[in-house]
Structures are given as structure tokens and as C-alpha cells.
């Protein structure tokens, strides 16, 4: 059988870290292919090898039988392989055809009319309720997801790379987008789907390659196989999926926001007259799809962003003008932001330096002005043991690292802090179910010592495990809370796009 691609023996190597350690596996055409493996296993980096950003060190690549070199993403593509990245490449202030024909060989001369109904076809053939005039801004998060596929698809890629698609999505949306992944195959596509997700790759793919340490331990079919075998395969131990939660005993509020308004970037609303509490002692969850002002929210409570009106309280003080860094020095705000990247990490300093980044100028790691390097290297050495981050040492680089690790980082710092109010916001996004276990139960036993949480996240399965009470967010408002006992998935799912339960 001539399978759709297939690897042999790929080596990647950065400097002395080997990413791919002889790595091998063939993709069936016409299947869905899953590739599993915890953060920093090396999927990343063979995929993007697939898709021609890396180039081996050493190895082969077969497409269709035949020997290949993929030197480009532009070679990719010429080879009919298309890659959607969790961050989706898009001009958002063009419109849905201007983006698919945007860097289309020998088309600079466009006849917008002629892509405009090919386009308009191809959407109709696969049951898209998509118009080729509308502006990518506009779209809904999972419709911009369609985009990126159909500009494969426009280009004549039938092998497509998905990277943590139902990522953006709403538990409502999974099935229609699952739907389309078997209409995708049925017309003889080929996907590979990188998540971590075990229940989906159970739903949908055949396959499994699971990857650990930069090496393939297991190719499984999916019918022979269950998730708990699959979770073992990719951490080396038995995962806990549920982890053991004892019901809380809140206390009094922490936080209080009252009618609260906040603008995004474009000066639009994106709060707009909010009002919760969290309490001692309690998680409170905030669920919604991507991009209703779940991150200003965040940036308001923690003071990285203004609020245009109402107020918000902590520990019964007011702080809707107060500094970002008297709110965590005197009130213990901690954060743990959805960009650890931007905002949560600074990448080409050490795990030392890290470690401190919101409390170097305190004592004891700063003394008359001077920071004392020694505490800073114990204290960092102490906290990497404590969260089980994986690394060479307390001077390598934070960009180094796996983003498991990273956001381990991030993490442990914000708790070692003393937290009263711990404002967590996609704390899971990415990980792998080891990094997830962990940092879940890290949450958990703070909760327990009478920290306030709110715990932002787009994983509706992850809010039902750990919160205690569960708001949706809609269009910058809270379109309904609940107990977590009495949430179900399809409330919630309804509640996130706007609908009454």
C-alpha cells in the first residue's frame, strides 16, 4: 500500500537538545491521524518538518510513495500539504475571499468574481453558511477556523495538518466540525490532528502515534486502544482525569466587580456592565467562547487594564484605580494571564529571574537596591522541584523550555506569592493531560488553604472538574451562573452562543 506520507528515521536536532530522535510512522490516505504526546514530546517540531519550517538533520520523506525534500511551506502546499495553526493566519480586515486568494501563485492580475463564486461553491459543497464578501473580523471564532480550511482546500491540499482545532470552539460546535472532518475524509482527504484531547481522538480518528521524548513509543489504532492507555502511553504513568475534589466551604467575598464596562483595543466594549463575586475558599468559572472579553476582564481585575466605568472590589477595598503593582503587593492579587509569552514570562531571561519576575524588588531577593542572586538561584531551584518543571537548570532560558513547563513557571510563582485572589485565565490551554492533572491539582489545594480563584477557560470539561460555581460569559456579559452541580455540558454550550436555557 502507498500510504499519503511517510516519515523514516527523522533526526532534529537544536544545538545539543535532540526535539526528533529517529522518528518514523505512516499516514493511511484518506484517514484521521492523531499525534499525541505531552508538551515538549516533539510533535510541534516534526510537524512543522511536515510543513516544510524545519528541515531535519537527518531522515527521509515520502509523499505519495516518492522520495521528497520540503524545503517551504510554499513546497508543502505545491505538495498538496496544508497546515491550520492554533493561531490562524489571517488578514481579519480583508474579506473571506481576499484571504483565501492572498499569496495565490500567479495571481496578481485577481478576477475577484471568478474566486468569489469558486469560492462560494466550494463553502456550498461542504455545507458552509459562509459568504466570500463578509470581513474576516466579523466571523465567529469556529466560522475563521472554516476560513483556514477552505484556503487549503482552495489550493488543492488534501493531506491538512489540524493543531488543536476544537481549541476555539464551543462544545456546540465540536460535532458540526467533527461532521465536517468525516465529509473531509469521505471526499479523500488526509488530516493529521495534533490534540490532547484523548476523548476526541477517540471519537474521530484511526490512528495514533504517540510521541514521548522526541521519540514514537506506540502506533495504535484507535478501535484497539482506550484513553486511559493512550494517557499512559504519553506521560509513562497512570493519569488521574478526574481529580479528587472535596466540596468547599466558602467565606466571605474577596472579589466583587459591580456594573463593570471595559474597552478593547479598538475602543469598543468589551465588558459591558458585569457584575460577580468570588468568594474565600471558592473557584468560580468563567466559560465562553474565545474573544468575549474574558481577557479584559482579566486585565481590569489585575489592573493591566482600565475600566471605563463601574468598580471593583477586593478584600472590601476599592481597586478600580489602583497600580498593578499595589494590588499585588497589598492585596495579594496573583495572575496567571492566557498569553504566557506576552504577559506571564520574560523569554530570554533565566528560570532564576523568572521566578522573581513580580517580586524582585522585595526582600529577600533584593537587599538596598541590589538583587542577591544567590536567593534568587535557591528560591528558583526550590520552585522548579516543587512543580516538577523539566529543564537543564535555573539559567536556561524561559523560551527553552516546553510551554507545560513554562506555564509550571508562571504558575508556582503566582502561588508562592500568597495569593488572596488568584485570577487564572486558560491555565490548561495546550497542555498535555500530565501538565493538566498537575496543574488542576495545584489549583485545588490552594482553593482549600482559602484563596479566591477565578478561573477563566475556554474547556468546559475542565470547569465542570475543578470550579465550584460556573458564570457564562456572552458578548461581555454574564449570560448565566450556576452551581456546578447543576451544570451540564449542553446549558453551558447553549448559554456561550447566546441562547436561553
Not at 518514523?24 to 504526546?37: E, N
Not at 505545491?78 to 481579519?92: A, R, T
Amino acid at each position: 500500500m502507498i500510504h499519503r506520507l511517510t516519515l523514516e528515521s527523522i533526526v532534529k536536532n537544536f544545538g545539543n537538545f535532540r526535539a526528533n530522535d529517529d522518528v518514523s510512522l505512516q499516514v493511511k490516505t484518506g484517514s484521521v491521524h492523531a499525534i499525541l504526546g505531552e508538551n515538549g514530546a516533539g510533535k510541534s517540531t516534526l510537524m512543522n518538518i511536515i510543513y516544510g519550517l524545519y528541515q531535519p538533520d537527518s531522515g527521509k520523506i515520502f509523499s505519495r510513495g516518492e522520495e521528497v525534500s520540503i524545503s517551504s511551506p510554499r513546497r508543502a502546499l505545491d505538495l498538496g500539504i496544508g497546515m491550520v495553526h492554533q493561531h490562524f493566519k489571517q488578514v481579519e480586515n480583508m474579506t473571506v475571499v481576499e484571504n483565501l486568494i492572498l499569496g495565490l501563485k500567479g495571481q496578481w492580475m485577481m478576477k475577484l468574481n471568478h474566486h468569489r463564486q469558486a469560492v462560494k461553491q466550494m463553502a456550498d459543497d461542504l455545507g458552509f453558511s459562509i459568504e466570500p464578501e463578509q470581513q474576516v473580523w466579523r466571523l465567529p471564532v469556529g466560522m475563521q477556523q472554516r476560513v483556514e480550511i477552505l484556503k487549503l482546500l482552495y489550493r488543492n491540499a488534501d493531506l491538512l495538518i489540524l493543531d488543536e482545532p476544537t481549541s476555539v470552539l464551543t462544545p456546540n460546535e465540536i460535532g458540526p466540525f467533527f461532521k465536517l472532518l468525516r465529509r473531509l475524509r469521505e471526499m479523500g482527504s488526509t488530516i493529521i490532528l495534533i490534540t490532547h484531547k484523548l476523548n476526541e481522538v477517540m471519537d474521530i480518528s484511526d490512528r495514533a502515534t504517540v510521541m514521548r521524548s522526541g521519540r514514537v513509543v506506540a502506533n495504535v489504532d484507535t478501535a484497539q486502544t482506550t484513553q486511559r492507555e493512550l494517557a499512559t502511553l504519553m506521560v509513562g504513568r497512570e493519569v488521574v482525569f478526574n481529580v479528587a475534589r472535596r466540596e468547599s466551604k466558602p467565606g466571605k467575598p474577596v472579589l466583587e466587580v459591580n456594573d463593570l464596562t471595559v474597552l478593547d483595543d479598538r475602543r469598543l466594549e468589551a465588558v459591558s456592565g458585569l457584575s460577580m463575586t468570588v468568594r474565600e475558599g471558592e473557584i468560580l468559572g468563567v466559560a465562553g467562547v474565545d474573544g468575549n472579553g474574558q481577557a479584559e476582564l482579566a486585565e481590569a481585575i489585575t489592573g493591566l487594564r482600565s475600566a471605563a466605568s463601574g468598580r471593583i472590589n477586593v478584600s472590601g477595598m476599592d481597586v478600580t484605580g489602583i497600580s498593578v503593582a499595589r494590588r499585588k503587593r497589598d492585596l495579594k492579587i496573583g495572575f496567571v494571564p492566557e498569553d504566557r509569552h506576552r504577559v506571564g514570562l520574560d523569554l530570554d531571561a533565566t528560570l532564576s529571574i523568572n521566578s522573581v519576575l513580580r517580586s524582585f524588588k522585595e526582600r529577600p531577593f533584593s537587599r538596598r537596591g541590589w538583587l542577591d542572586f544567590q536567593v534568587i538561584d535557591k528560591h528558583a531551584e526550590e520552585l522548579v522541584s516543587r512543580y516538577d518543571v523539566r529543564m537543564r537548570g535555573v539559567h536556561q532560558k524561559a523560551r527553552d523550555l516546553s510551554g507545560g513547563n513554562q506555564q509550571k513557571i508562571v504558575v508556582g510563582r503566582e502561588i508562592e506569592g500568597g495569593p488572596k485572589l488568584l485570577v487564572v485565565s486558560q491555565a490548561t490551554k495546550g497542555l498535555d493531560v500530565g501538565a493538566i492533572e498537575f496543574v488542576q491539582k495545584t489549583l485545588l489545594a490552594q482553593r482549600d488553604r482559602g484563596t479566591a480563584i477565578l478561573y477563566i477557560s475556554t474547556e468546559l470539561e475542565e470547569l465542570l472538574n475543578i470550579c465550584d460555581r460556573v458564570a457564562v460569559i456572552f458578548k461581555g456579559r454574564i449570560a448565566g451562573e450556576m452551581n456546578v452541580s447543576e451544570a451540564t455540558s449542553e446549558r453551558i454550550g447553549l448559554l456561550m452562543t447566546g441562547g436561553r436555557t
